[in-house]
């Protein structure tokens, strides 16, 4: 059997799967919009100095829980992840939409997001169920970072994943500036107002993005660094220190909204994302 048939197995079988793999990843466009929404919004009331809640998954799950017809949302947000998870998985097995989909480096990208949804969704579900799966993004980051590090060559492993998460904030934040995300949505579909729109929610969103996932990738290196696991940061402790800047909690309000605004950026991907 050679490469070719592989291909055109592959391919076959994801138009078989088709409705469904599209409704899975439009559904976890969905899910990670209300939490990127939630986890904006709870930021931006530490920035005024409003909220003592958590300002990451945890704390937009506790916010969700909180309200009428809270666990079903929490349930649907779940569900939502898993799609998620499962799209992402059917890119790595059958290839992505696109000329160059079928390559190996876009298969094992999709294969990685694959198991990082996998493991948001687990948590999510976890949460919903009542066994408080959530919890703290600063406790787990502190928690797996001493773990790690009374590995051999621990102090390695979280520097290089430090670098890793750095790069791949700042990767993330270069790609929302030059709009990389076009090649992904159905342009043709959208009026002009609308697709201004998608640019300033995709390009500030992106940017913002990134910036929290670059500013937590140095912490992760600054710990390798010292050697002393407190200094890795999750979320939460992320988000606050922007308030220790020279500018004030003004800069955390520019990342909350930003973060709002990714997570508006995901619902246009969930109605105009080529799957």
């Given amino acids: 059997m050679d490469a070719s ?11 078989k799967a088709a409705p469904a793999i599209e409704g899975a990843a439009r559904a976890g466009f969905t899910a990670r919009g209300v939490i990127y929404l939630l ?35 929490l349930w649907a947000l779940g569900i939502g992840l898993v799609g998620m998870a ?14 160059d989909g079928h390559k190996w480096k876009k298969r094992l990208a999709s294969a990685a997001r694959a198991v990082f949804y996998g493991f948001v969704a687990y948590t999510v579900l976890a949460f919903a169920a009542g066994s408080g799966g959530s919890g703290s993004s600063d406790g787990k980051s502190r928690d797996v970072t001493a773990k790690v590090m009374d590995l051999p060559a621990g102090q390695w492993l979280v520097g290089v994943a430090g670098v890793v ?23 043709g579909e959208m009026s002009r107002r609308v697709r201004q729109t998608v640019d300033v929610t995709g390009v500030g969103g992106g ?20 050697f002393e696991p407190d200094k890795a940061k999750g979320m939460d402790d992320t988000l606050r220190s922007f308030t220790e800047t020279p500018v004030g909690p003004w800069l955390l309000v520019f990342i909350a909204v930003g973060l709002m605004l990714f997570g508006v950026f995901s619902f246009a991907m969930a109605k105009w994302r080529k799957v």
């Fill in 86 to 99: 499962l799209w992402r998985l059917s890119e790595a097995v059958f290839g992505a939409a696109g000329p």
């Fill in 207 to 226: 940017v913002a993005r990134g910036l929290v996932f670059a500013v937590a990738g140095g912490f992760a290196i600054r710990s390798a660094v010292e």
């Fill in 39 to 73: 986890v904006g919004m709870l930021a931006l009331q530490i920035a005024f100095g409003g909220s003592g809640k958590q300002a990451d998954q945890g704390g937009a799950l506790e916010e969700v829980a909180q309200k009428p017809f809270g666990a079903v949302v």
């Fill in 165 to 187: 998460i750095l790069c791949a904030g700042v990767w993330m934040a270069v790609q929302a500036v030059r709009r990389k995300y076009h090649k992904h949505m159905r342009l």
């Fill in 5 to 15: 048939t592989l291909t055109r197995g592959s391919r076959a079988g994801k138009n």
